[in-house]
């Protein structure tokens, strides 16, 4: 560090952080790296004026090196307040400032890192608890930073009731096999059998999970739904297999800035009878940015060349609809909040209501249903007044799972289970099973650490119109017969019903919603039909 600052410690303040911002051929001043330096800076300051091999030379230069770094914090320019870049840099300097709190100039620095830390804290998290960046991964790197501030007296204890609710969605964000929903940002990574003290959580379902079930109890079952940070979650034990093996479902229908947001509107994960079904494609990395920047695919939102990231972040490599081989745009267009309308646990049935407009003119509905351990039931509509799409679903299974076309429709297999794959509406068709593919560009990978991608089988289904409705049924089972005759919905996919006989029998589901609700049962009588 002090060899990036020797030439800048020669000059005045001001001159040495002007060359300080403007050095592209270093990562010393990266505004990330200078908050998590400074903290460590000053506990070896306070060692080295204990120690007394250390000279008043070496003692000024590292002196000299802190103020530098607080100077820089201090600036308003160099503060990143939009991101939890800020608030890494918010807490190095409000830690690096108490520990020389009587020093001069050192109570502005305590002051100006507090004003900040306390309008980030607001701005960071939403009021249910979630983080605002779209991703499980920093969802769960804020909240190990903040607890640790809190333990060391940074964070007001009035902050306790918002963490906690923090840890009680990071429970949720943790799937049955321990590792963290890779929506957005997170990387697919299993962390458990970790001692209670290592994070410093108090929930007791995620202590259950982070410990590998030695401390705390089982997690909550059910559905949760995050309405202002637009995520779903539910984790729906199935009787007939162990306790680990509960069904779980993760929806992303949030978007509310660029950071770490892919290009995923309404995509959804799905783990089922101990297995990986429905995967998202995961991090990957980010490499180095785009040239030249002003690029297309920069105009989009995409920010890193590798193709391998690029890949990661496109509609088509989730459980999305594209449309017209497009990516939702990310840069240059308002975000839309929340798009989850209703979420619940109704007979048996997890249900979930999302709706958004894609490129001004497609309003897009989703609604799933999932029954545990036997099946789930993707519903879109997309409409358009005046212009014809190609509106693709896309569908991606995870690495374990063979998937080949089935007559009408897709069988996959996974050892000894079976997947069967139909559609339960007129007008899709099935496109073919896309595995590894890298020509004419990458389709069918599933990043299962950083900085690698391993093959993933995905396929699409088709539908070229103004207004598409998909109705796409994943059974358990080795059988799937639609009931085209029985199955309807009407103009606007405001109500319908759907039948199909699978391994476990015949099957009616009615379905109705309002502009906020959205009901599912096995009986006619529903009030919307």
Known sequence: MLQHQAS?????????IQAALEDG????????????????????????????RCSDGEFETFWRSLVFHHELLSVDAFYRGHHNHGLYQALGQLAAARRFESAPGFTAYKGIATRRLSSLLERTLFQSGAHKEHSPGYHYMVLI??????????????????LQRAESILSWMTMPNGSL?????????????????????????????????????????????????????????????????????A???????????????????????????????GRYGYG??????????????FWYSD??????EKTRAHNCVEIDGRDYPRKGVKPFGSALLDAREEEGFVVTSCETRHFRTVRHWRGLVMKAGHFLLVLDWLHDKENTHDYRQWFHLAPEWVVAADGDGMRAVNGDEELRVVNLLPGGAFQPVVRGQTEPELLGWRSDKAESLVPSPCFSILQTENTAAFATLLVFGDTAEPDMAFSKVNATCRKGRFGWRDARGSHRLFFGRTSGEFHVTQKRGLKFW
């Open 8 to 16: 800048l410690l020669t000059q005045d303040t001001q001159s040495g």
């Open 25 to 52: 051929g270093t990562k010393a001043w990266y505004d990330m790296g200078v908050g998590q330096r400074i903290y460590r800076l000053a506990y070896i300051l306070d060692h080295l004026a204990r120690d007394e």
């Open 145 to 162: 930073s903040l607890i640790s501030a809190e333990r060391a007296g940074l964070i007001e204890s009035s902050y306790r009731p918002l």
């Open 181 to 249: 929903a890779p929506i957005g940002d997170t990387d697919v990574k299993i962390r458990t059998n970790l001692s209670p003290e290592a994070e410093g959580f108090s929930d007791p379902g995620l202590l259950f999970q982070r410990t590998g079930g030695r401390v705390g109890s089982s997690p909550s079952s059910g559905v949760m739904a995050v309405h202002d940070a637009g995520y779903v979650f539910a984790r729906i034990p199935d009787d007939d297999l162990p306790g680990e093996s509960a069904a779980y479902l």
């Open 251 to 281: 929806q992303i229908a949030g978007f509310h800035s660029r950071t770490h947001k892919h290009s995923d509107h309404l995509s959804m994960i799905w783990i089922d009878r101990g297995h990986e079904v429905l995967i998202d494609p």
């Open 288 to 301: 180095g940015p785009l040239q030249p920047p002003d690029s297309e695919l920069f105009k989009q939102g």
């Open 307 to 312: 193709p391998r990231r690029i890949y990661v």
